[in-house]
C-alpha cells in the first residue's frame, strides 16, 4: 500500500527534476534547442575556391584563410537577419579584425547593392551560386558565423545573427584569445 | 450544404499528394534514382527538423537531394554519400540515429526498462508464493479451535 503512494510521486518528482533542469540550461543558454552543435569545431576549414561577386574582385578561397585569425560569414542580400547583424560585422571589421563572407545563393547586383548601401565589412567575398559551399561548411541557417585560426582550422561557429551581446560575451573573447 | 459537403470531400480525396522531389531532379538511370530516393528518406532536413530531405521542400533539402544524386553519378557508394553528409551536420542529421556513446541510453533504454520490469514481477510473484504457504497452527491454537468447536 506505501509503495503505491511512493513510486508514482517518486517517478513525478525524477520527470520534474529532469525536464526542470533541460529547461534551466535553456534559460541560462548553455543549450539551445535551434542550435545544433558543429562536427567541424577543431577541424580544417573545407576546401573551396569562389568566384567573386564583383568582375574584377579577387573571390574567395581555402588559402586566404592561412595566416591569420579571421570571421568567415556566410551571408545573403535577401536574408533579413542578415541586415540586423550587419552593424556588428562592421564594428568588428573597424576594429581590425578579418572577416571574409561567403555570399550564399544571391544575385551579385543584389548583393553588391547591399555591400554599397550598408557597407562592406568583408576583405573578400566569394560567390556560393550551387550552396554546395556552404553545405561543405555545414551550413543550415543564414547567416552563420564561424572564427578560423590562423592554421585554417575552425574554432567557433555561430547559428544566426550576432547581437551585441554575442560579440562582447564570445566572439571578441574568442577572437582575443586565438590572436594571442 | 450537404452537397457543399460532399464537393469538398470529393475535392480534398482527389487532390494529389504532393512531393517534394521535382521532376528535374530524377535520375535517369531508375536504379540510382531508387538509391538516391532510399538515401534521402533516411535524411532530416536541417530546417524543418522533422521531414526528410525526401519529403521538404526547403532550399537546403533541394540541395541536398542534388548532391546525393549527383554523388551517386560520380560512383560513390550509398555508406560514403551517408559519411559525407554526416561529416558535414552531425549524427542528427540522420532519422535513425547509429547505436554509440551519446545514443546508448536512447537505445538500451527500452530493454533496461524491459528487465526492470521483469525483475519487479519475478520479485512481485517470489512474495505472493511466500505468502500463500500455510503456517500450521500452534498447540496453544489448535486447543483453543477445538473447544470452540465443542461449545456450538
Not at chain 1, 562592421?90 to 551579385?108: E, H, R, T, V
Not at chain 1, 543564414?142 to 564570445?170: A, K, Q, W
Not at chain 2, 512481485?124 to 456450538?152: C, F, V
Request: charged residues 20%; proline residues 6%.
Amino acid at each position: 500500500m506505501r509503495n503505491a503512494v511512493i513510486i508514482p510521486i517518486c517517478t513525478l518528482l525524477s520527470l520534474v527534476g529532469i525536464f526542470g533542469l533541460y529547461l534551466w540550461q535553456i534559460g541560462t543558454g548553455q543549450k539551445s534547442l535551434n542550435h545544433l552543435p558543429s562536427t567541424l569545431i577543431n577541424k580544417p576549414a573545407p576546401r573551396f575556391n569562389l568566384p567573386p561577386i564583383n568582375r574584377g574582385g579577387k573571390g574567395f578561397s581555402t588559402k586566404m584563410l592561412r595566416g591569420n585569425v579571421s570571421l568567415v560569414n556566410i551571408w545573403a542580400s535577401w536574408c533579413i537577419p542578415c541586415r540586423v547583424e550587419h552593424p556588428y560585422l562592421m564594428k568588428l571589421a573597424q576594429d581590425g579584425f578579418s572577416i571574409y563572407g561567403i555570399n550564399y545563393k544571391d544575385d551579385p547586383k543584389n548583393a553588391n547593392t547591399f555591400l554599397k548601401v550598408l557597407g562592406n565589412p568583408y576583405r573578400a567575398v566569394g560567390a556560393d551560386h550551387s550552396g554546395l559551399t556552404s553545405i561543405d561548411w555545414g551550413v543550415y541557417g543564414y547567416p552563420e558565423t564561424f572564427i578560423v585560426d590562423s592554421n585554417g582550422y575552425i574554432r567557433y561557429r555561430h547559428v544566426g545573427p550576432l547581437s551585441e551581446t554575442d560579440l562582447s560575451n564570445t566572439i571578441q573573447p574568442i577572437l582575443k584569445r586565438l590572436e594571442n | 450544404m450537404n452537397r457543399l459537403f460532399i464537393l469538398f470531400t470529393a475535392l480534398i480525396l482527389c487532390s494529389p499528394t504532393i512531393k517534394a522531389v521535382e521532376p528535374e531532379e530524377v535520375l535517369r538511370d531508375p536504379k540510382l534514382e531508387e538509391r538516391a530516393r532510399a538515401l534521402s528518406k533516411g535524411l532530416r532536413c536541417l530546417v524543418c527538423q522533422n521531414q526528410s530531405i525526401d519529403d521538404s521542400d526547403a532550399n537546403l533539402a533541394r540541395d541536398l537531394r542534388i548532391l546525393v544524386r549527383e554523388k551517386l553519378k560520380s560512383g560513390d557508394s550509398d555508406e560514403e554519400i551517408i559519411k559525407y553528409v554526416v561529416s558535414r551536420y552531425g549524427d542528427f542529421v540522420l532519422l535513425k540515429p547509429p547505436l554509440n556513446k551519446s545514443t546508448f541510453i536512447l537505445w538500451m533504454g527500452p530493454v533496461i526498462i524491459f528487465i526492470f520490469g521483469l525483475i519487479m514481477v519475478l520479485f512481485y510473484m517470489m512474495r505472493m508464493r511466500h505468502a500463500k504457504k500455510a503456517i500450521p497452527l500452534t498447540e496453544e491454537e489448535k486447543n483453543r479451535l477445538t473447544s470452540i468447536r465443542e461449545l456450538r
